[in-house]
């Protein structure tokens, strides 16, 4: 528990030189699965082909700060809709981005999250949340990312819960 709380404060006592600036960042995402029914055809004699589904949507909103372009540190927090699994989880998250410069307008954005999660509705299951994202990121500040996220929560007959989502992210100074 004490090593949550240094890492949801230390963003905040880290980085207090005069170059440091706060963001706001935001992300929406779409969880995908894979399609049980690839290739098949339903009555209408009409094949679906798609490899994978959407699955649910993900918000989540954070604030944070960069004392470099290529290094920030954010709490988070927001909600994970999962359509297949009937269940809402909400996570808040100290998220650590790296973000390397491969071109003049492009940088490879790299993002880790550890915190807690919690299900809404579902009583009282919460356990550790985790997540690592994977984008490209323009000038613009604009990410389109591959995210992996988990929860250490039992439901129904599964230990644990997560998805692979795809999704956009707009960070804001």
């Not at 954070?62 to 999962?82: F, M, N, Q, V």
């Not at 009282?124 to 591959?146: C, E, M, P, W």
């Amino acid at each position: 528990m004490r090593l949550f709380i240094i890492l949801l404060l230390f963003p905040f006592f880290a980085f207090s030189q005069n170059k440091t600036r706060s963001f706001i960042q935001f992300d929406v995402s779409i969880p995908i699965k894979g399609n049980q029914n690839n290739g098949s055809q339903n009555n209408n004699q009409q094949s679906n082909n798609s490899w994978f589904l959407p699955d649910g949507i993900n918000s989540k909103i954070g604030i944070g700060l960069e004392p470099k372009k290529w290094i920030a540190l954010g709490i988070h927090s927001g909600i994970d809709w999962t359509w297949s699994e009937k269940i809402v989880l909400v996570p808040v998250f100290a998220n650590l981005r790296l973000s390397p410069k491969i071109s003049d307008e492009t940088r490879i954005a790299l993002q880790l999250g550890l915190g807690k999660g919690t299900a809404l509705g579902r009583g009282a299951l919460n356990g550790t949340y985790k997540k690592i994202s994977l984008g490209i990121q323009n000038d613009d500040d604009l990410v389109l990312f591959i995210e992996m996220s988990h929860y250490d929560i039992a439901f129904k007959d599964q230990k644990e819960t997560g998805s692979i989502s795809l999704g956009l992210s707009l960070i804001t100074f």
